[in-house]
């Protein structure tokens, strides 16, 4: 199931990252070139998170919450 706002995901994504081992965690990111979306999933293989866009903000949103949990590391 694909959660719909941003935010939304984000507060998941940090929630799931408080409960779980950094090192069970796994980001995927899909893109399909035909419809133009960009599919991001987050898991630890207990809890599944997914979130679908096709708008360039978000990518940037993406881009800026990776490089937060890049500097926690």
């Not at 941003?6 to 995927?28: C, G, M, Y």
């Not at 599944?48 to 993406?62: A, S």
Request: zero cysteines; a positive charge.
């Amino acid at each position: 199931m694909f959660i719909k706002n941003w935010d939304d995901f984000k507060h998941s994504v940090a929630k799931l990252q408080e409960t779980t081992d950094p090192n069970r965690i796994r980001f995927n990111f899909k893109y399909e070139h035909k419809k133009g979306k960009l599919i991001i999933t987050v898991t630890d293989d207990n809890v599944r998170l997914q979130f679908k866009t096709d708008q360039q903000q978000d990518v940037k949103r993406l881009e800026k919450m990776l490089a937060e949990n890049m500097q926690e590391i």
